[in-house]
């Protein structure tokens, strides 16, 4: 399980990260421990319900021994429509990938006309 706020952001913005924190499937209250060095975890954004993603990231481990991670906005990543997306997280144990079941909710905003 991963435990993320809703996300908003405007179109064509880099900030802020997407912090979350990856939590036991068999025990929703304790985090997972990902600070092996073999262990990686990864984001893809796709449109809501869309069955294609727009980009893959990898994670940082911010506190790894707590499942607290963070996704960085990729160079002109939400150069998107503004409207509903979704982050889905990927933890890859040493090749044994596991898809995490919750999904983070993300809406653009649309990025505000320039002053003239």
Do not use: H
Request: aromatic share 8%; with cysteine.
């Amino acid at each position: 399980m991963a435990y993320g706020n809703n996300v908003i952001v405007r179109q064509n913005d880099l900030d802020p990260p997407v912090y979350f924190v990856l939590w036991k499937k068999e025990a929703p209250t304790v985090e997972r421990d990902v600070s092996a060095s073999t262990t990686t975890v990864s984001a893809l954004f796709r449109l809501k319900n869309a069955s294609t993603s727009l980009f893959a990231a990898t994670c940082d481990k911010v506190l790894p021994s707590l499942g607290l991670c963070k996704m960085e906005w990729p160079a002109d990543s939400l150069d998107v429509d503004a409207g509903d997306y979704e982050i889905e997280i990927t933890i890859d144990w040493d090749g044994r990938p596991e898809t995490v079941e919750d999904i983070i909710p993300v809406t653009v905003l649309p990025e505000f006309g320039a002053v003239s």
